[in-house]
T-cell receptor, first 116, second 115 residues
């Protein structure tokens, strides 16, 4: 079945440590996204990528980094510079948006990151 | 920039009750509008969408109509079930205040349906 796979489901980070969240899609989608979800705040965009080897900062990119070396993969690194990393992280993909922005995004099941 | 405002939750209903979750938006241009649903511990699933004014999106008994004159996209269901308990998000993309690739979300509304 086509879809988006995020791993691990749960992740724990020690102080000063970088951690990487995996996101893989087999939907052949061009665009991929990372969101952070905090209780009562909805989803906020961290980074997005419209095409391989290119990505743009979203609304809350500080303390995060990404790469897009392959179409199907868009890993997110939470660096030690992110002082409040505890959250639920969601990866999504879409088949481009064209002019009208009417293509829906498809989401993975998320990774819950906590601080030890 | 673009923004979405949806009614504060939580919303608690009895089974077979009528559901309305209000959503209004601010955007220039002609955005597309979406409702997503999130079940506990899972990611978001697209529930329905509408891409132009007066379009009605529908799925699994849920409906929402794109009202440009009132900048609204309210979610409705005539008879809710316990299995509808989830968090519902209203979202838009393609407005002139954001890129076509960016989804702008409301804060979500938690719905609990009791037997």
């Amino acid at each position: 079945d086509g879809g988006i796979t995020q791993s691990p489901k749960y992740l724990f980070r020690k102080e000063g440590q970088n951690v990487t969240l995996s996101c893989e899609q087999n939907l052949n989608h061009d665009a991929m996204y990372w969101y952070r979800q905090d209780p009562g705040q909805g989803l906020r965009l961290i980074y997005y990528s419209q095409i391989v080897n290119d990505f743009q900062k979203g609304d809350i990119a500080e303390g995060y980094s990404v790469s897009r070396e392959k179409k199907e993969s868009f890993p997110l690194t939470v660096t030690s510079a992110q002082k409040n990393p505890t959250a639920f992280y969601l990866c999504a993909s879409s088949n481009g948006q064209g002019v009208s922005g009417n293509q829906p995004q498809h989401f993975g099941d998320g990774t819950r990151l906590s601080i030890l | 920039g673009d923004s979405v405002t949806q009614m504060e939750g939580p919303v608690t209903l009895s089974e077979e009750a009528f559901l309305t979750i209000n959503c209004t938006y601010t955007a220039t241009g002609y955005p597309s509008l979406f409702w997503y649903v999130q079940y506990p511990g899972e990611g978001l699933q697209l529930l329905l969408k509408a891409t132009k004014a007066d379009d009605k999106g529908s799925n699994k008994g849920f409906e929402a109509t794109y009202r440009k004159e009132t900048t609204s996209f309210h979610l409705e269901k005539g008879s809710v079930q316990v299995s509808d308990s989830a968090v519902y998000f209203c979202a838009l993309s393609g407005g002139s205040g954001g890129s076509n690739y960016k989804l702008t979300f409301g804060k979500g509304t938690l719905l609990t349906v009791n037997p």
